[in-house]
């Protein structure tokens, strides 16, 4: 029988994985990556696309914000969904709210953000270190998708999960943490290569993948290698060197949703598409604006776009006064006066437009409670701190 992580990875036609990223994988972002795969693939492949963090506390109180959230396009399929908590009983009735109202198709949990904010009360990418809770809310969450499921009928909605290699290198948890995922169900564990101390810097230890692949081989579940995949051959790499099943992409993609055909043409064995040229990397940008302004309100799409200008434009040479305008712009109108401005017949510049986007900070002490990595077992003296880290809003 096939593994049900494998039956989701085949749903998308191939293995890729858009990772859940605060403000940018909106579902104007996903139905761009989207567009891009079939494009690709004549229509025949498009990946699975995560929608931003939902905090399981906001969603089960129906915040409406979070709800607009975890809205998707008629066409995509799956719906998935990442969920962050840190109360089994909080996440089980999100998961069981998501099935039970056919909201999605996948859920995935959340166990590697780095954000300060969230690892000092123990939430995130600290939180697998205290392995009886980490175990409680995966079990919760596929129970709580099971009967959810055979209530109204339904097949059964898979429940994954993303995590970081552990705290620091002294206090790694992604074997342990892994094994214990594994047992309590889960349909996939996707692992990026660092840990929570190391944020978005250093270089992703793809040996940490390939050590958990074999961990996990004996029970038959997909391990997804996530971390430093910047091109379709990056991708191609990591699959190799690590044995995963297939690869989850984060900053890699940013100013780059191409990226996504040149990943399903490469792993269905066709042409993979070149890179771009700024006259057709200026077609794309306009095109996310207009998504943007149709899923946001065309008062807040063009300005939530100027967050992409630097990494669409990356290695391009574009007057500052075209970049300063594009950052600034209010409207669609405007975009389209600053694109015009520019010189489009510029080739792809190569390697100075790949490599690392967003944040890279380097590596640093984890904001955690006190006490917290004392004792991976003790619960009882950090209960409030735990409590406080189930944050009131999504998106991170």
Not at 147 to 153: Q, T
Request: charge should be negative; charged fraction near 25%.
């Amino acid at each position: 029988m096939t593994h049900p992580g494998y039956e989701l990875l085949a749903r998308g036609g191939v293995p890729v994985v858009l990772a859940p990223m605060a403000g940018i994988t909106n579902r104007a972002f996903r139905r761009l990556a989207r567009e891009q795969a079939r494009a690709a693939t004549d229509g025949a492949a498009t990946g699975i696309y995560v929608t931003e963090m939902i905090t399981s506390r906001a969603l089960v109180e129906r915040n409406d914000e979070t709800m607009k959230m975890i809205a998707t396009d008629a066409d995509e399929q799956p719906r998935s969904v990442q969920l962050y908590g840190v109360d089994p009983a909080t996440v089980a009735a999100a998961v069981r709210m998501l099935v039970a109202e056919d909201r999605a198709d996948h859920v995935d949990l959340n166990f590697g953000c780095p954000v300060p904010k969230v690892t000092r009360k123990g939430g995130g990418s600290a939180l697998p270190w205290k392995r009886g809770l980490f175990r409680a809310i995966v079990r919760e969450a596929v129970a709580a998708s099971d009967d959810a499921a055979r209530a109204v009928g339904r097949e059964p909605v898979p429940v994954t999960v993303k995590m970081r290699k552990g705290v620091d290198d002294d206090h790694l948890t992604y074997l342990e943490a892994g094994r214990a995922a594994a047992e309590e169900g889960a349909a996939w564990v996707a692992l990026h290569g660092r840990t929570a101390s190391q944020l978005y810097g250093g270089t992703a230890d793809w040996s940490a993948i390939a050590r958990l692949v074999e961990e996990l081989e004996p029970f038959g579940i997909p391990v997804l290698g996530n971390g430093d995949i910047w091109t379709y051959a990056d991708a191609q790499r990591m699959v190799e060197q690590t044995g995963a099943a297939g690869i989850v992409v984060g900053r890699g993609c940013l100013g780059r949703p191409w990226l996504f055909g040149q990943l399903a043409a490469s792993f269905t064995g066709r042409d993979v598409p070149a890179d771009p040229g700024l006259r057709e990397v200026s077609a794309v940008m306009r095109h996310h604006a207009q998504l943007l302004s149709e899923v946001l309100g065309e008062d807040k799409g063009p300005r939530d776009f100027r967050k992409h200008i630097a990494w669409y434009l990356k290695g391009f040479v574009v007057r500052r006064e075209l970049r300063q305008g594009l950052a600034l712009a209010d409207t669609l109108e405007e975009i389209d006066g600053y694109i015009a401005q520019m010189d489009l017949d510029q080739p792809w510049p190569g390697e100075v437009s790949e490599g690392p986007r967003g944040r890279t900070q380097p590596g640093k002490r984890v904001a955690l409670p006190d006490g917290w990595l004392d004792d991976p077992d003790d619960l009882d003296g950090f209960l409030a701190d735990i409590s406080a880290a189930e944050l009131s809003v999504s998106g991170g």
